[in-house]
């Protein structure tokens, strides 16, 4: 599993989700992350079909076939749950 996440510098809830990603994935070394930027990728944004409602954030599995997506701002409790409870499938 991996989790692909899309945020913008001009957004404000990507912002807020910064840090608590960070904690995440400092909290879950086994997770694959990565990061794409709306405005510069937007062959990313086609392909998970992301308007610009941001962040999003899409758990795909090892075939980058999406399993969920998380969007908006997401409490740090809801997002490890969410991570976790995929991790266990």
């Known amino acids: 599993m991996k989790v692909i996440k899309v945020g913008a510098t001009w957004c404000s809830g990507c912002l807020v989700m910064k840090p ?9 070394p086994w997770l694959e ?10 062959e990313i944004a086609a392909k998970y079909k992301i308007d610009q409602e941001l962040p999003v954030a899409i758990l795909v599995d090892s075939n980058e076939n999406e399993i969920t ?18 991790r266990a499938k």
Do not use: H, M, S, V
């Open 33 to 42: 992350t990565e990061y794409y930027d709306f405005d510069d990728n937007p």
């Open 69 to 86: 997506r998380l969007c908006g701002e997401i409490n740090k409790d809801e997002i490890q749950k969410t991570i976790l409870a995929q």
């Open 20 to 28: 608590r990603w960070q904690e995440i994935e400092a909290e879950n």
